[in-house]
């Protein structure tokens, strides 16, 4: 057991090698730790690379041994994204999982105020990077006998709101292309049963300690802990993978 968590992601993680798309962020910062306690190589891109790098750092630090990397990937240009695949493969031997948490929020006071521009900005943040990342790391996950594609969503895709039309569409959009993936690997594993899995992990929204020093009064009822939603990640790992290919496995009640 570890003092993190159940301890329960251990096994089925180490030795394996994840990558983690938006790992600067608090979520990708809880995402790495756990990882790395559960004896993962991990290997973290962002835009950030100031944020990254401390990321990375305190991965470091906190887990002394754990090999935690990081790096500036254009998660837009499918082509840099494949080599970022094709490097993190070269260098450690296997990709065992690519953790998606590259986020971005825009809404509005009502539907008709909602500005197209939004759209576009989600579009690249929340579909886009999705895109190449499933397409640069699917030969590679494919490759690993515990391949995991994790999309952390948001129940918003399932019920959206009128002020939250440009994300919760951009969220669903995400899905169904995580889905499709789902499918691929499916696919490939043949009357045996996918060995690869592609997953999302819905929250309502989630929170961290800096949000709640910040508004101490609030209560982020129904928020999903970003050291929750890491033990979650982790946890992927211990089913089997036709257990979880394909499916939205829910952190919140589902709507």
Same mark, same amino acid.
């Given at each position: 057991?570890?003092?993190?968590?159940?301890?329960?992601?251990? $096994?089925?993680?180490?030795?394996?090698?994840?990558?983690?798309? $938006?790992?600067?962020?608090?979520?990708?910062?809880?995402?790495?730790?756990?990882?790395?306690?559960?004896?993962?190589?991990?290997?973290?891109?962002?835009?950030?690379?100031?944020?990254?790098? !401390?990321?990375?750092?305190?991965?470091?630090?906190?887990?002394?041994?754990?090999?935690?990397? $990081?790096?500036?990937?254009?998660?837009?240009?499918?082509?840099?994204?494949?080599?970022?695949?094709?490097?993190?493969?070269?260098?450690?031997?296997?990709?065992?999982?690519?953790?998606?948490?590259?986020?971005?929020?825009?809404?509005?006071?009502?539907?008709?105020?909602?500005?197209?521009?939004?759209?576009?900005?989600?579009?690249?943040?929340?579909?886009?990077?999705?895109?190449?990342?499933?397409?640069?790391?699917?030969?590679?996950?494919?490759?690993?006998?515990?391949?995991?594609?994790?999309?952390?969503?948001?129940?918003?895709?399932?019920?959206?709101?009128?002020?939250?039309?440009?994300?919760?569409?951009?969220?669903?959009?995400?899905?169904?292309?995580?889905?499709?993936?789902?499918?691929?690997?499916?696919?490939?594993?043949?009357?045996? $049963?996918?060995?690869?899995?592609?997953?999302?992990?819905?929250?309502?929204?989630?929170?961290?300690?800096?949000?709640?020093?910040?508004?101490?009064?609030?209560?982020?009822?129904?928020?999903?802990?970003?050291?929750?939603?890491?033990?979650?990640?982790?946890?992927?790992?211990?089913?089997?993978?036709? !257990?979880?290919?394909?499916?939205?496995?829910?952190?919140?009640?589902?709507?």
């Amino acid at each position: 057991m570890n003092g993190n968590g159940t301890g329960e992601g251990t $096994g089925a993680l180490e030795g394996a090698v994840v990558a983690v798309a $938006g790992a600067a962020g608090p979520a990708g910062r809880a995402t790495l730790l756990r990882l790395a306690e559960a004896g993962a190589t991990v290997v973290g891109c962002d835009a950030h690379p100031e944020r990254l790098a !401390e990321a990375v750092d305190a991965a470091r630090y906190a887990h002394g041994g754990a090999t935690v990397t $990081g790096e500036t990937v254009d998660l837009l240009d499918l082509d840099a994204t494949r080599d970022w695949a094709k490097r993190t493969e070269a260098e450690f031997g296997r990709v065992d999982g690519l953790v998606h948490l590259v986020g971005g929020w825009r809404g509005s006071p009502t539907f008709q105020e909602t500005a197209l521009s939004d759209w576009d900005a989600l579009e690249k943040l929340l579909i886009r990077t999705v895109q190449s990342t499933s397409l640069g790391f699917q030969e590679a996950l494919e490759r690993s006998d515990r391949g995991r594609f994790l999309l952390i969503s948001a129940a918003g895709a399932s019920k959206p709101t009128a002020g939250n039309a440009a994300y919760s569409a951009a969220k669903a959009a995400a899905e169904a292309w995580t889905l499709a993936l789902g499918d691929a690997f499916r696919k490939a594993g043949g009357e045996a $049963g996918p060995r690869t899995a592609s997953a999302i992990l819905v929250v309502k929204a989630l929170v961290n300690d800096a949000m709640r020093a910040e508004r101490p009064n609030a209560k982020f009822a129904g928020f999903t802990d970003v050291t929750e939603l890491a033990e979650a990640i982790a946890g992927v790992w211990d089913r089997p993978a036709p !257990e979880v290919n394909g499916r939205r496995l829910w952190l919140t009640p589902q709507p």
